[in-house]
């Protein structure tokens, strides 16, 4: 990370440099069979989706390399998934800064990250902020109660997501093996994410998210839309986390079924790591039933 200019020093218009990256679907064996070819063919897509925190993975390398760890340990990231990737596709990574205002000694900046398709189009787009000179914003870890994980999951229902109180809690013991095999399955080979001293990647945080709507609700194919991030501080090799949290909305769309979690990863029993909002299209019509176009 060495090199790395300071978020004040990067001036707003500044285009950041493209990277490219091969897409792939590293969760073809996963319970969601939007990531097997022939049930995402049965939705109207053209093949598997490649998974929204892969993509996101991708994404924020570009945030990471652009801030380095400071946006790991207070950043923010709102991304949003307008269009399928699949197995294969190579993705263009282009970033520009919009938006910075401030001091030198305090302020804020704002990027956006695009991904898109070999026709041109925009995929996925990350909008990631860094702020500066003040204390980073901690949510109370005891507005989230750790629970222990349901031993029969909730049926995928409005009615069933709807009467859920706290989510039962995943948990992820980090270790430095684990936490390089991540950035090797994403292509980054950044050193911040490897060794005794190895950080959490930004892309296993939406795993955990999914992991607090997959190990609590019985779900059929489903698709993760969106997220908003707000980074606390930064998970390490050797420590233990919860994903803590509860169903904030259930609702239609187009005759789809979403739900938004609202999720606090914890480290160590206390220490928030980061609050995700979390969106996803729990509930796919019937194959065949008059589906409009997919994402």
């Known amino acids: 990370m060495a090199g790395l200019a300071l978020p004040h020093e990067i001036a707003p218009d500044t285009a ?49 390399e652009t801030w380095g760890i400071e946006w790991l340990r207070r950043g923010t990231a709102t991304v949003r998934f307008a269009r399928p990737i699949y197995d294969g596709d190579r993705l263009t990574l282009s970033g ?43 949510p109370d870890p005891h507005g989230y109660p750790a629970a222990p994980l349901p031993t029969s999951h909730a049926p995928a229902t409005p009615e069933a997501l709807g009467s859920l109180g706290s989510l039962g809690s995943p948990v992820l013991e980090l270790d430095a093996p684990s936490l390089a095999r991540i950035a090797d399955d994403l292509d980054d080979a950044a050193s911040l994410y490897r060794g005794p001293a190895g950080v959490l990647h930004p892309a296993l945080l939406l795993r955990q998210a999914n992991r607090a709507l997959s190990e609590n609700v ?77 994402r």
């Open 16 to 64: 950041l440099p493209e990277r490219f990256v091969r897409a792939r679907n590293l969760f073809s064996d996963s319970t969601n069979r939007i990531h097997d070819d022939a049930v995402a063919r049965q939705h109207g897509f053209a093949g598997a989706l490649v998974a929204g925190v892969t993509i996101y993975g991708y994404l924020a390398r570009v945030a990471v």
């Open 218 to 294: 019985a779900l059929g194919p489903w698709i993760h839309v969106s997220s908003d991030v707000a980074h606390c501080d930064v998970a390490q090799a050797g420590e233990r986390l919860e994903t803590r949290g509860r169903i904030a909305r259930v609702y239609e769309r187009k005759g789809r079924d979403w739900v938004d979690l609202d999720l606090l990863v914890v480290a160590g029993g206390a220490r928030p790591i980061a609050r995700i909002h979390h969106t996803a299209i729990y509930r796919m019509p019937t194959p065949g039933a008059g589906e409009g176009s997919s």
């Open 96 to 138: 520009q800064i919009v938006g910075r205002s401030g001091r030198q000694d305090a302020g804020e900046a704002v990027v956006v990250i695009e991904a898109r398709t070999p026709p041109g189009d925009v995929a996925a787009t990350l909008t990631a902020g860094l702020a500066w000179g003040g204390p980073v914003l901690t």
